[in-house]
């Protein structure tokens, strides 16, 4: 008994004797290090499908960063093919967020132009008057708003109704999930809908002799599995809404997921709009830095549109305001 627990005992101290020489050698620290980085990059660049990478892939941008600030700090430590491996991932990072952003502008002339605002007030936000005041002054022409409580309907509705006489607020049980749209030009065809459990306004615009759809949404925040699944069905039923409208579309609101996100891709694909965004431009948490922050609100627009540019603007929520000018293409 004495000599098998010898016998394993210097078998053990070899294994480990061996373990050691082979870190002792640059190139094995290397290789280990190496397999260390790919592991979580295949991770964040595979295809959202699952809850779990979908959560892991918001936070694709900062990774990104990560990633490259190794690949500076590997080269200033003369280990060149960790370098290598971290540029290499580093630039799949960026192609992967820079994929989605159409750099195109759409029309560059049109009849008509409307300056559109999205924006998440968050329900518990509670400074009204100065949120107000400073829609008045971005100035919009058509403006959704996400998170109206039966407060901040009134509050809306009695600090915007005369300079946007055409509205339509449609508030829920859970105050997050109100919304409202208000408008300096007339608005037609007006829907209030509830989808999976989210209050949701369509409807068109009138800008002279054009009608253009729009469609403002607040899908789920995707905390839970249930909550995610939800989330994708309302996204699966803005697109079907589109296609019984057709025409020419705006689609805005917080879509609670990245623009990199695969359910958001197919959507585009599928409704052959366009994302406004032609850089990352962030819009939440607002109590984060730029870094620290990831893109979940949009204004998409279909092909008879122009966006003569986007900006996101902090005002008074957790969400920044997202600004952009749309031009309607001449017929």
């Not at 660049?45 to 941008?61: G, I, W």
């Not at 109206?148 to 997050?176: C, F, Q």
């Not at 549109?305 to 920044?320: N, P, Q, R, W, Y």
Request: glycine residues 6%.
């Amino acid at each position: 008994m004495q000599r098998f627990k010898l016998k394993l005992l210097l078998r053990g101290g070899l294994f480990l004797l061996r373990v050691y020489c082979f870190f002792r050698q640059q190139q094995n620290k290397e290789r280990l290090i190496a397999a260390m980085l790919l592991i979580p990059a295949v991770v964040l660049l595979v295809p959202t499908y699952t809850f779990e990478l979908t959560l892991l892939q918001s936070f694709l941008f900062q990774a990104m960063l990560v990633y490259g600030i190794l690949s500076i700090w590997w080269i200033v430590k003369h280990h060149y093919r960790l370098a290598g491996i971290n540029f290499m991932i580093y630039l799949l990072l960026l192609f992967k967020i820079n994929t989605p952003m159409d750099a195109s502008r759409g029309v560059d002339a049109g009849s008509e132009s409307l300056k559109v605002m999205q924006f998440n007030v968050h329900a518990i936000n509670r400074t009204f008057e100065h949120t107000i005041e400073k829609v008045i002054q971005l100035n919009p022409d058509f403006i959704s708003f996400q998170e109206v409580g039966p407060i901040w309907a009134d509050y809306l509705e009695n600090g915007l109704k005369e300079h946007y006489p055409y509205y339509r607020v449609m508030t829920h049980p859970l105050e997050s999930q109100g919304i409202a749209v208000f408008s300096k030009y007339p608005l037609i065809e007006i829907e209030r809908l509830l989808w999976h459990g989210t209050a949701n306004i369509a409807g068109k615009v009138l800008l002279g002799d054009e009608e253009v759809n729009f469609l403002a949404m607040h899908t789920m925040s995707p905390t839970t599995k249930l909550r995610w699944e939800g989330r994708n069905k309302h996204i699966q039923r803005a697109k079907q809404h589109i296609a019984e409208k057709g025409g020419e579309f705006l689609v805005l609101g917080d879509f609670n997921t990245v623009p990199w996100d695969q359910r958001l891709l197919n959507f585009k694909a599928s409704t052959r709009l366009k994302d406004s965004r032609k850089k990352l431009t962030p819009t939440y948490p607002t109590w984060n830095p730029f870094l620290g922050q990831i893109p979940i609100d949009y204004i998409f627009y279909s092909e008879g549109l122009g966006c003569d540019g986007l900006d996101a603007i902090k005002i008074t929520s957790d969400h920044k305001a997202i600004l952009g000018t749309f031009l309607i293409s001449n017929r």
